[in-house]
């Protein structure tokens, strides 16, 4: 069973209860709007569901209050920040901020972060330079869940790519994916629904497929297109992780089991369109790509062809409109850390 929560609640219960664990106000908002998004893009997985163990990392000391985002390399065109531990979400918007001040004298930027945590929905900074005309490129590392592909211990993270290009009077295109095929808080949702998965999306520690929710959290996730997404995502870790001086493959901490900070990294790009030429031209070329594939005949039981984000734009409309879905399971233990910290816990408009 679930109930429905308008985005503005969601946002409101999530920044009061981290303001009251000490939270800096200013990065409290920031985290609830993060999580906030997700929830509203229809990725759940990715939304309120991670607050409870947000605040059991921040208890144990694995994400600090006040986020330090330090500048530790420079260039016209790059930055290199340190977040010291602090909120991925926060250090993102703070590196994405600084790199579309750079492509706007630059042309295309890029950067990177270092000892931060996890940031959330990639396309929340891919996002960030479209109303700038500017393509945005976001991506991060993350606690082992993938076995490099023939293998069976858990290396590599979900490890997304998120590419995003703005568009004149279409949606503009917003690829974010993960390198397996489901992120793990998805099949964290089906156990807390108790629903089965199906055996592309996770396998016992053996490697065996699985459709047993418990039993894929505790073993392996599947490489998205076998050994194409076990290679993107080392491509990923090495962007993320290796570049930038951060922690990759089985060095980074479990987020869900956390025992040490964990120095996840990001890696982000910004390009202007300016610097290839006339903007306008650009989008209006992603408008005639778009309404072509749109155009395009369906396949046998397809209803409709959809560009990369249309399904998530479709979801803040009508989420926006209706509220967002949260399990029982889920409401649960938000109520558990509303009681901990003597916040009201969400209120639902709707069963």
């Given at each position: 069973?679930?109930?429905?929560?308008?985005?503005?609640?969601?946002?409101?219960?999530t920044r009061e209860l981290l303001v009251t664990a000490g939270v800096a106000p200013e990065d409290a908002a920031i985290v609830a709007?993060?999580?906030?998004?997700?929830?509203?893009?229809g990725v759940d997985s990715h939304g309120i569901v991670r607050l409870p163990v947000y605040l059991g990392n921040l208890e144990h000391?694995?994400?600090?209050?006040?986020?330090?985002?330090?500048?530790?390399?420079?260039?016209?065109?790059?930055?290199?920040?340190?977040?010291?531990?602090?909120?991925?979400?926060?250090?993102?918007?703070?590196?994405?901020?600084?790199?579309?001040?750079?492509?706007?004298?630059?042309?295309?930027?890029?950067?990177?972060?270092?000892?931060?945590?996890?940031?959330?929905?990639?396309?929340?900074?891919?996002?960030?330079?479209?109303?700038?005309?500017?393509?945005?490129?976001?991506?991060?590392?993350?606690?082992?869940?993938?076995?490099?592909?023939?293998?069976?211990?858990?290396?590599?993270?979900?490890?997304?790519?998120?590419?995003?290009?703005?568009?004149?009077?279409?949606?503009?295109?917003?690829?974010?994916?993960?390198?397996?095929?489901?992120a793990r808080g998805k099949i964290a949702l089906h156990q807390k629904k108790g629903l089965p998965i199906p055996d592309t999306w996770?396998?016992?520690?053996?490697?065996?497929?699985?459709?047993?929710?418990?039993?894929?959290?505790?073993?392996?996730?599947?490489?998205?297109?076998?050994?194409?997404?076990?290679?993107?995502?080392?491509?990923?870790?090495?962007?993320?992780?290796?570049?930038?001086?951060?922690?990759?493959?089985?060095?980074?901490?479990?987020?869900?089991?956390?025992?040490?900070?964990?120095?996840?990294?990001?890696?982000?790009?910004?390009?202007?369109?300016?610097?290839?030429?006339?903007?306008?031209?650009?989008?209006?070329?992603?408008?005639?790509?778009?309404?072509?594939?749109?155009?395009?005949?369906?396949?046998?039981?397809?209803?409709?062809?959809?560009?990369?984000?249309?399904?998530?734009?479709?979801?803040?409309?009508?989420?926006?409109?209706?509220?967002?879905?949260?399990?029982?399971?889920?409401?649960?233990?938000?109520?558990?850390?509303?009681?901990?910290?003597?916040?009201?816990?969400?209120?639902?408009?709707?069963?």
């Amino acid at each position: 069973m679930e109930a429905f929560y308008r985005p503005s609640e969601i946002a409101r219960f999530t920044r009061e209860l981290l303001v009251t664990a000490g939270v800096a106000p200013e990065d409290a908002a920031i985290v609830a709007d993060n999580l906030t998004a997700a929830n509203k893009r229809g990725v759940d997985s990715h939304g309120i569901v991670r607050l409870p163990v947000y605040l059991g990392n921040l208890e144990h000391g694995h994400v600090t209050k006040k986020t330090n985002c330090e500048i530790i390399h420079e260039t016209p065109s790059s930055v290199l920040v340190d977040a010291h531990d602090g909120w991925g979400s926060v250090a993102g918007t703070f590196t994405l901020n600084i790199l579309i001040e750079k492509a706007k004298k630059t042309g295309v930027a890029m950067g990177g972060v270092r000892r931060s945590n996890h940031y959330g929905i990639a396309a929340y900074y891919g996002m960030m330079p479209l109303k700038y005309d500017m393509i945005g490129l976001s991506f991060t590392n993350a606690s082992p869940m993938m076995a490099p592909w023939g293998g069976i211990k858990p290396y590599f993270g979900t490890n997304p790519i998120c590419i995003t290009f703005p568009a004149k009077k279409e949606r503009p295109v917003v690829y974010d994916g993960a390198t397996t095929v489901v992120a793990r808080g998805k099949i964290a949702l089906h156990q807390k629904k108790g629903l089965p998965i199906p055996d592309t999306w996770g396998a016992d520690a053996q490697g065996r497929p699985t459709t047993d929710p418990n039993v894929a959290l505790n073993g392996l996730l599947m490489p998205m297109s076998t050994y194409k997404g076990s290679g993107l995502a080392m491509a990923v870790d090495i962007l993320c992780g290796v570049l930038t001086g951060a922690a990759f493959g089985d060095h980074i901490a479990d987020f869900y089991h956390m025992v040490r900070a964990p120095n996840i990294g990001h890696f982000f790009g910004v390009i202007d369109l300016r610097a290839f030429g006339d903007p306008e031209e650009f989008k209006a070329k992603i408008d005639e790509m778009t309404q072509a594939i749109h155009a395009q005949p369906l396949a046998y039981g397809t209803e409709r062809i959809y560009m990369p984000g249309e399904i998530e734009f479709d979801f803040e409309d009508e989420r926006e409109a209706n509220g967002c879905p949260i399990p029982d399971a889920v409401y649960g233990e938000l109520v558990e850390c509303a009681r901990r910290y003597n916040v009201t816990p969400p209120q639902p408009i709707r069963k």
